[in-house]
């Protein structure tokens, strides 16, 4: 049971990362990214690639390939995603889905779509005795790093400047450009860091899940109903709900196998239901 | 001359329909039933999205619980097959009642999520409920059966499966230019104020999710009948992206430019199919970009403004100025042209 609820953790991790950055993005640029899953995706691919063609292992690789995905994000940014910015939020989310679709199908060209496998870092192949039961430390690793992420974020957003003016940015985008702060500037690195993020929830994946070029399509739609429940707005929320949603989907797997895959959907009619902006959402402004 | 003759309704809808009638002699037959099935498909979303400035996301949801209902009647009682299809289409306009329900609670980009998140609820639904659905494997086998008639020949199918799509286009067309398709459009415009005036908006909202959920069934059936199968593909989110594709192609809020778009798009897959190309998503993933980036009023929407622009020219050669501003009026298409709700 307490296994269980370890093994949920770990997947809300995954949610959790994914969220956080599509609510950064989405705060930002009112763009909800459909092609984060596909970022997840290229993350773990870019895992398997430096291993497999150049010898390059995991902890480099943790750090290497959401830097590069992110710069890759930055550059979409520029080239693609800015030229929508006034129009109406859905073409954003219409631009990032055929995006998604062209990513998803030119690494299937390269790659098939049978699964990859990545082996676990040495450092991390054991065991961990957590007092009631050996749990793989793999796993341990990725939810104290995913923990360590999202806290950091949550207190780069807060506590620093950056953070200040990315907010400022995020609720009164007039208003802060009338103060004297450039928003446009923080535009792209915001898009390239959230971008980063998918990468690395995707290295991460990389030694635990199978690694094919569908594994992000399906998840994102997964992060959706997350980020609906915990109120796209949110930050806070998007990743509250990743590890709440995780633990839930995993003990009700436990209790009631049939539902495992519906019961996030569940879960987001009851709140589309009791709370249409989501746990966490402010819920004025909708109509 | 001829511009004038185009813009009668009767000549276009004459022109429509010969060419629906003609398209199984132009093109392989069973392509030609998969455009006018998928023309049904992009037309539910378009009445959604074009009139009522809600972009589903997930009609797959619709299309492929009409498809696998389809199925499984004509499996399992043997009833003719347009019974099947109605039956098909009942149920997706059933299903669309609670996803629906909930899914207008919330407008713009929210629901675009929440509708590809309960169309993925159902894909999954599908996949484990394998008794009945045949999980991976889909339901095979489907016939065609219509009073001992023999269909097995596709373009004579093609003719058995025709009515049940103009009778969706026919309806389509109806509901947009009835009371309730005006008050739809007033509430895409500004729902503050059709709620002011005191229309229940959400119920408005319903009402065409559901109307479109069974038009969306009824081209599922058709599809299900066509190809004698269902497959997991049906309910899968591509299904939804690839008719929200077709009409952004054809042009928002126009209607028959989604027939357009269904077209263009099922001939692409066909040939890129042909050639043995099977990363589709590559070419139909481009298009969709530039389209979205460069190309917003789609194929009807840029065609319509050439032929008014045509027209206004030949009227008054003098004042060159007045074509530029339709454009700029009609820019950002009706459709989602308010940061809606949010």
């Known amino acids: ?287 | 001359m001829i511009i004038r003759l185009l813009a009668r309704r009767p000549v276009a809808a004459g022109i429509g329909l010969i060419a629906a009638l003609a398209l199984p002699w132009l093109i392989y037959p069973p392509v030609a039933m998969d455009i006018m099935a998928w023309a049904l498909l992009a037309v539910a979303v378009d009445l959604l999205l074009g009139y009522g400035g809600l972009l589903s996301f997930g009609h797959a949801a619709f299309w492929g619980t009409s498809a696998y209902t389809t199925g499984l009647i004509a499996l399992h009682t043997g009833l003719p097959f347009p019974v099947a299809i109605v039956g098909g289409a009942l149920a997706a306009a059933a299903l669309a009642v609670p996803i629906g329900y909930l899914s207008v609670r919330l407008s713009g980009i929210y629901f675009a999520m929440v509708t590809l998140a309960f169309a993925q609820m159902i894909y999954f639904i599908v996949n484990q409920w394998r008794d009945v659905t045949g999980g991976e494997n889909g339901l095979q086998g489907v016939p065609r059966e219509l009073l001992g008639a023999d269909l097995s020949d596709p373009f004579y199918f093609y003719y058995a499966g025709l009515p049940f799509v103009l009778l969706g286009l026919w309806a389509a067309w109806r509901i947009v230019r009835s009371p309730f398709g005006q008050v739809l459009v007033s509430i895409r415009d500004n729902p503050s104020r059709a709620r002011a005036l005191g229309y229940p908006v959400d119920r408005y909202r319903l009402l065409a999710f559901v109307l479109s959920a069974a038009l969306a069934g009824l081209g599922g059936g058709v599809f299900a009948i066509s190809h004698g199968f269902a497959s997991l593909h049906d309910v899968y989110w591509t299904t939804s992206g690839q008719a929200v594709m077709m009409v952004i192609l054809g042009g928002i809020g126009t209607l028959w430019g989604a027939v357009l778009g269904a077209a263009v798009i099922v001939t692409l897959n066909d040939y890129l199919a042909t050639a043995g190309f099977e990363e589709t998503g590559i070419v139909t993933g481009a298009i969709f970009v530039l389209i979205v980036l460069l190309f917003r009023k789609g194929l009807w929407g840029t065609g319509r403004d050439l032929l008014t622009a045509a027209r206004a020219r030949r009227a008054r050669p003098a004042e060159s100025g007045e074509d530029r501003k339709v454009e700029v009026a009609t820019e950002r298409p009706a459709a989602v042209a308010e940061r809606s709700g949010g």
């Open chain 1, 1 to 287: 049971m307490i296994e269980q609820a370890f093994n949920g953790l770990v997947g809300g991790a995954f949610y959790a990362l994914l969220a956080l950055g599509l609510a950064v993005i989405f705060g930002m640029l009112g763009v909800v990214n459909f092609a984060h899953g596909a970022f997840y995706m290229l993350g773990a691919f870019g895992a398997f690639i430096l291993l497999d063609s150049f010898g390059i292992g995991f902890w480099a690789a943790l750090v290497i390939v959401p830097v590069l995905l992110g710069l890759v994000g930055m550059a979409l940014e520029r080239l693609l995603i800015r030229r929508l910015s006034g129009l109406d939020p859905l073409y954003g989310f219409l631009l990032t889905f055929g995006l998604a679709l062209i990513l998803q199908d030119l690494v299937r060209r390269q790659y098939g779509v049978q699964s990859q496998q990545y082996a676990r870092p040495e450092l991390l192949g054991g065991t961990l005795n957590l007092g009631l039961f050996d749990y793989p430390a793999y796993q341990v690793f990725v939810l104290a790093l995913s923990a360590v992420v999202c806290g950091a974020v949550w207190l780069l957003l807060t506590r620093t400047k950056i953070g200040m003016i990315v907010r400022a940015s995020t609720e009164k985008p007039e208003l802060t450009r009338a103060l004297g702060i450039d928003v446009s500037r923080w535009v792209t690195p915001v898009f390239g860091f959230g971008i980063a993020l998918a990468g690395l929830a995707g290295v991460l994946a990389a030694p635990m899940r199978a690694i094919n070029p569908l594994m992000g399509g399906d998840l994102i739609i997964v992060v959706f109903a997350v980020v609906v429940i915990g109120g796209l707005g949110s930050v806070f929320g998007s990743v509250a709900a990743g590890f709440l949603i995780g633990l839930v989907s995993a003990l009700g797997n436990l209790y009631v196998p049939a539902l495992s895959q519906t019961l996030v959907f569940i879960l987001m009619a009851a709140v589309l239901l009791w709370r249409p902006a989501g746990l966490f959402g402010r819920q004025e402004g909708l109509t």
